[in-house]
Every structure is written in structure tokens, then in C-alpha cells.
């Protein structure tokens, strides 16, 4: 079991399609304070790939990916 | 107790036993060497902000082709890297007054199409309108991919950079008023200026 990271910010990306995943993550992330951490949900697959790209692109962490039920759930921490 | 100490003046060693220290010695800078070299340049290409920087080119002022640009442009905003758009030709349409509303696409010779139809219907007054409209609500809205203005709104709130081309706004007779807000005017080698600099560089 893994312990729970508390979550800042929850953001609803469901439905969303390219870019827009994407685009949500950038300004919601605009709204944290370094080292708060927000659950990102979407439902495009091709978030799968673009959600870790941009964290690896702004130097914000991936603490954590799952999936469920076509869902796609990322908890990512403001670094930068 | 007394520590054991190395006499450097006492110590001499056979020429042989020097030779193998001073090859061992010289293998393992060299790779030490060439790891840190590596890796500082690792950094410094990391570092490099020809990497954070796209430059796009938009030529095509049909609905399909107007979409790649634009998502281009605001994801790459979105990961903080600074993008310019450069519309030209067609794809001045795109940021004309009301202009990205009014894009169609044309079924006729365009055997892309997702519901392929032969040449000979394609040509038929109303077909085009049609075509546009299955792609605005099957191929988009059904997905509910963001529209045209939407995704210009999201790269003017990224800093999306929207550039026209003066060559052809001059030659397809478009005024500054006619272009949306926001918009700069430039030629190509203004463009090209930002473009040498920009790790990306696409033409669509």
C-alpha cells in the first residue's frame, strides 16, 4: 500500500481532447504554490504520453499515473 | 602507535612499475575525463533554449489543415516553450476577422477524406458545405476537440506569438483591420530571424 499523497488541486480534464489535456494541466499548474500537488483526470488517451512529456519538458514531477476504467488519473507536483 | 608514512624519497620504483602506473593512470583520466565532458555537455544541451523554441508556418487555409498549427502551437505554449506562427498564403484565413469559423474543406480530390466520395459527386454544388459540416460535428465536435477559435484563444493566452505575412496580405488584398487583434505583421526574414534560433521548425 502505498502512502496517500494529499492532493491540492483536483482538475477535471474528462472529455477533453488534444491539446487540450494539456492546456488545462499548464494553467491550473499556474495556480499552485511550489511543492503543492494536483490530480489531473482525462479520459484522451493520448494523455497516456503528452501528461509525462510535459512534466518532464517544465520540471514538474509525476508522482503518479493510473488508469481506471478508461480514465486517466496523474498526481503531479509543482517543482519549477 | 605509530601510523606507517610513505618516504617519497625512499621510494623508487622499477621503470616497468612506473610505465603500467602512468598507462593506468592516463586510462582512467581520459574516461573519467570524457565522462564529465559528457555530461556538462549534456547540460549545457539541456540548457539550450534553441530547445524551448518553435517556429510554425501556416500556409493552408482549409479546416483540416488549419487545426495542426494551432494545437501544435498552444500545446508547445502549454509546456513553456515559446512558439511563433507564422501565417502565410492560405493560411491567412485562419486569422482573419471571423475568419476560422468560416474554413471548409472540400471533398473533391481529396482522397484523405474519411468518407471517401468518387470525384464526380465531389463536384456538386452543396457538397463542400456538406463536407465541411461533417467534419466541424463528426470528425470534431463529436470528440469534442476544441474549435478553431478556442484553440486561438489558447494560443493568444499562452503567448502564442500570431504572425501575417505582409507579402501576402499585400497580394491577396488584406488590411491590418482585417486581422483578428493581437496579430503582428512581418516578413520572411523577420520570421526567418526567429526560426534560426528554433530547434523546431515546421511547414504545414
Known amino acids: ?80 | 602507535m605509530a601510523t606507517p608514512t610513505l618516504d617519497r624519497t625512499d621510494l623508487t620504483l622499477p621503470p616497468e612499475t612506473e610505465r603500467l602506473i602512468r598507462e593506468r593512470v592516463d586510462t582512467l583520466a581520459a574516461e573519467r575525463l570524457g565522462q564529465l565532458v559528457d555530461e556538462r555537455v549534456a547540460a549545457a544541451m539541456r540548457r539550450d533554449p534553441a530547445r524551448n523554441t518553435v517556429a510554425i508556418i501556416a500556409s493552408k487555409g482549409t479546416l483540416d489543415m488549419a487545426y495542426p498549427p494551432l494545437i501544435l502551437a498552444s500545446a508547445a505554449a502549454a509546456m513553456g516553450m515559446e512558439v511563433e506562427v507564422f501565417f502565410t498564403f492560405y493560411g491567412l484565413e485562419i486569422i482573419k476577422r471571423g475568419g476560422a469559423s468560416h474554413l471548409k474543406v472540400a471533398p473533391i480530390a481529396n482522397p484523405a477524406m474519411p468518407v471517401p466520395m468518387p470525384n464526380i459527386l465531389g463536384m456538386l454544388p452543396g457538397m463542400t458545405p456538406l463536407a465541411t459540416w461533417m467534419m466541424k460535428s463528426r470528425f470534431f465536435a463529436k470528440h469534442n476537440v476544441a474549435t478553431l477559435d478556442e484553440l486561438l484563444d489558447q494560443c493568444r493566452e499562452f503567448g502564442v506569438k500570431l504572425i501575417a505575412c505582409q507579402m501576402s496580405m499585400d497580394v491577396m488584398g488584406v488590411a491590418r483591420e482585417d486581422l483578428l487583434d493581437g496579430v503582428e505583421i512581418a516578413g520572411a526574414a523577420t520570421f526567418l530571424d526567429f526560426a534560426s534560433t528554433a530547434h523546431t521548425t515546421l511547414f504545414i
Open chain 1, 1 to 80: 500500500m502505498t502512502t496517500a499523497i494529499h492532493i491540492d488541486r483536483f482538475v477535471d480534464a474528462k472529455g477533453q481532447m488534444c491539446p487540450m489535456p494539456v492546456l488545462t494541466l499548464a494553467r491550473a499548474i499556474k495556480e499552485l504554490a511550489p511543492g503543492q500537488v494536483l490530480a489531473l483526470a482525462a479520459t484522451d488517451q493520448g494523455a497516456r504520453r503528452d501528461i509525462p512529456a510535459w512534466a518532464e519538458r517544465t520540471g514538474n514531477t509525476l508522482l503518479d499515473e493510473r488508469e481506471e476504467a478508461g480514465v486517466l488519473t496523474f498526481t503531479i507536483r509543482k517543482t519549477a
